[in-house]
């Protein structure tokens, strides 16, 4: 009986030996290569802002200037109902289309209430902005012309941030 079972397991060894050396004979092993490159660019940025136009008897205190993320000026309003507008253009010069994703407008909190500021020009969400074109936004900061008291603060900040996304 042992020598049954011994004969059986001898058979069985030998036969998954044979399947296996069979197997090797006939598989193939099949290996595949590939390579992907980005040619695509992202270039989306500020690159130009006017010197700004005058109504009443606002002016520049220094130069309108900018970099290819931020545009800055510094406007001097004299009376009430004085402003000034700047239009600042923002360029793809990518080969990505954009889309405006979000404005965000953050007047200084502890600033000047009689000095307002409006953005327009552009809009979230639906401002494209195609590789190769520009889109103009437009700021406008004015003295409140219903201000019938000298404001005790004399200035106030904006900072805005547009956030131009893939289309």
């Given at each position: 009986m042992k020598n049954g079972k011994n004969t059986v397991i001898g058979f069985l060894i030998a036969s998954l030996v044979v399947m296996s050396v069979g197997y090797a004979l006939i598989s193939q092993q099949l290996q595949v290569n590939g390579t992907?490159?980005?040619?695509?660019?992202?270039?989306?940025?500020?690159?130009?802002?006017?010197?700004?136009?005058?109504?009443?008897?606002?002016?520049?205190?220094?130069?309108?200037?900018?970099?290819?993320?931020?545009?800055?000026?510094?406007?001097v309003l004299k009376a009430p109902g004085d402003s000034m507008t700047y239009d600042i253009t923002v360029t793809n010069n990518g080969s990505i289309d954009a889309v405006l994703n979000a404005i965000t407008i953050t007047p200084e909190e502890n600033g000047n209430n009689a000095i307002l500021y409006e953005v327009t020009g552009v809009s979230a969400g639906t401002t494209t902005l195609e590789a190769g074109t520009t889109n103009t936004i437009t700021v406008k900061v004015e003295w409140d012309r219903n201000v019938t008291e000298m404001p005790t603060i004399p200035t106030r900040e904006i900072t805005v941030v547009l956030?131009?996304?893939q289309k």
């Open positions: 992907a490159e980005v040619t695509s660019t992202w270039s989306v940025g500020i690159t130009a802002i006017t010197e700004g136009t005058a109504t009443g008897s606002a002016e520049n205190k220094t130069p309108a200037t900018y970099t290819g993320t931020t545009a800055t000026f510094d406007t956030n131009y996304i």
